[in-house]
């Protein structure tokens, strides 16, 4: 199935006026601390006030995007000061990426992709490092998958797309959720009479588990693993430690703790990882050698 964004057109199309640019990238160039953060702040705005969207923007770290930010708060981040946006683990990731040696491409799972800035981020960081890269994104969700692939078109990167709903088991459900912000968008499953009557409406979502997806995209080994996915982080990760091989766990996973964090760090460290950052709602684990 095709999905399509609402506005169509090349990158630049519905740039800034000159004006509204330039104050734009102030907060682009205003560093990664507390005070980027609030002048990238006031820059988004000054810059969107009384503004139709969508706006195409060449945000911090070069990334081209088409953002809607009334709509997502990923993408209103990414108007203006995007260089303060989860920085301890775009840069874990990029560390990873740097000192990747083995054989075949370094292969990130983006469980929870979004618009795909993290993937977006990565195959830019590969592209300036010369590094072979495989990134899979999962986002289900049609209007965030669309969005998506929009982006991947203007940065002209290589990132496979799968419209899966990721869970500790396999079966259907429903999108739900996000009408005010896309990345809270989520699954809900549902039972067998539920999920047939929705699927004679084609609205159900397939989901399959981690390793799974891994099977389905031939994936034997993988390197960096993010998963956001609103809540369904742990049960996920559990079924995935549960039924992978040991050479599938990757040597970095970033995770949303969230309220559930106690248990996910009690399954991480019995999985064989230990917690490098916590980055606000975020962990960052590496692998025991």
């Not at 640019?21 to 560093?31: K, P």
Request: hydrophobic share 45%; net charge negative.
């Amino acid at each position: 199935m095709t999905y399509s964004t609402d506005k169509a057109g090349p990158f630049g199309h519905f740039a800034f006026a000159p004006l509204r640019e330039r104050i734009r990238r102030i907060g682009d160039l205003a560093g990664t601390g507390f005070a980027g953060r609030r002048i990238g702040s006031l820059a988004r705005r000054i810059v969107i006030a009384g503004q139709a969207e969508p706006f195409d923007v060449e945000a911090a770290g070069g990334l081209r995007l088409r953002v809607r930010p009334s709509t997502n708060r990923c993408e209103k981040r990414a108007v203006s000061g995007l260089q303060t946006w989860d920085v301890e683990e775009r840069a874990a990731l990029k560390r990873h990426l740097q000192a990747h040696s083995g054989d075949g491409p370094f292969v990130f799972l983006d469980v929870g992709a979004n618009v795909g800035l993290y993937s977006i981020d990565l195959a830019l960081a590969a592209r300036r490092l010369g590094q072979d890269t495989r990134l899979i994104a999962v986002e289900p969700d049609p209007q965030n998958a669309a969005r998506l692939l929009e982006n991947v078109s203007f940065n002209d990167v290589d990132i496979e797309l799968h419209r899966v709903a990721i869970g500790e088991f396999a079966g259907r459900g429903v999108m739900t959720g996000g009408e005010t912000n896309r990345g809270q968008v989520h699954f809900q499953p549902q039972n067998g009479a539920e999920a047939g009557a929705a699927q004679d409406a084609h609205e159900t979502t397939e989901m399959i588990s981690l390793a799974e997806l891994a099977n389905r995209a031939a994936v034997a080994r993988v390197d960096a693993l993010k998963v956001d996915i609103e809540g369904y982080d742990l049960p996920v990760l559990r079924g995935f430690f549960n039924e992978a091989p040991s050479e599938l766990l990757p040597a970095i996973i970033i995770a949303e703790l969230s309220d559930q964090r106690v248990e996910t760090l009690a399954l991480m460290e019995q999985a064989g990882y230990r917690q490098q950052v916590m980055a606000g709602i975020n962990g960052i684990f590496e692998r025991n050698a």
